[in-house]
């Protein structure tokens, strides 16, 4: 569906109740406290979206990404570089702001996400091995650069990045953007 806007939506799975659950999984969803049973989405950190009928997710879904598209970005975010050899992965990011920040608990996310892992019904894609945070403290017009190496025992391309930044006490995504690993 991001193809249909020119950019790229960016979907994490955490799987809080299922197969592939681990403690990252169960701490967002208790961020979020939403009471919903899944299936259930959340965009851009404030939208929540209940569809138990498979065949309505892209007409309610692509509703939920019209509002979101609405919002503009506080950051400006890029993946400088993204390599992993078979046991540890480099991120070269920056962060740069657009506009003055609100007030407010700014939490830098890094997620790893693993594709193509078995389930009893289908493939899961997107799903969250590992989730690094720090804090942001940046005023307009201020830039971070940063570079995260971690240890990780994914099958590099089945591996992917996703940086976002969010509002902590309003839960607001504030910008997100993905990448690919290449292996070194």
Request: hydrophobic share 40%; charged share 15%.
């Amino acid at each position: 569906m991001g193809a249909d806007y020119g950019d790229t939506l960016i979907v994490i799975s955490y799987h809080p109740h299922n197969t592939y659950q681990n403690p990252i999984a169960v701490a967002r969803e208790s961020f979020y406290n939403t009471g919903l049973t899944t299936p259930y989405v959340i965009f851009d950190g404030t939208i929540f979206v209940w569809e138990q009928n498979p065949t309505n997710y892209d007409s309610v879904f692509r509703q939920a990404i019209e509002v979101s598209r609405t919002t503009t970005p506080y950051f400006n975010l890029y993946i400088n570089n993204a390599t992993a050899s078979a046991s540890t992965g480099n991120l070269d990011l920056s962060i740069i702001t657009a506009d003055t920040i609100p007030d407010g608990e700014i939490i830098a996310y890094v997620a790893i996400l693993q594709d193509s892992l078995h389930g009893a019904y289908t493939t899961f894609y997107k799903v969250c091995q590992q989730l690094y945070a720090f804090p942001l403290e940046l005023t307009y017009p201020d830039t971070l650069d940063t570079v995260l190496t971690f240890a990780h025992a994914i099958p590099v391309n089945y591996m992917t990045a996703v940086v976002f930044v969010q509002d902590t006490v309003s839960k607001e995504v504030m910008q997100s953007i993905r990448s690919s690993f290449q292996e070194e």
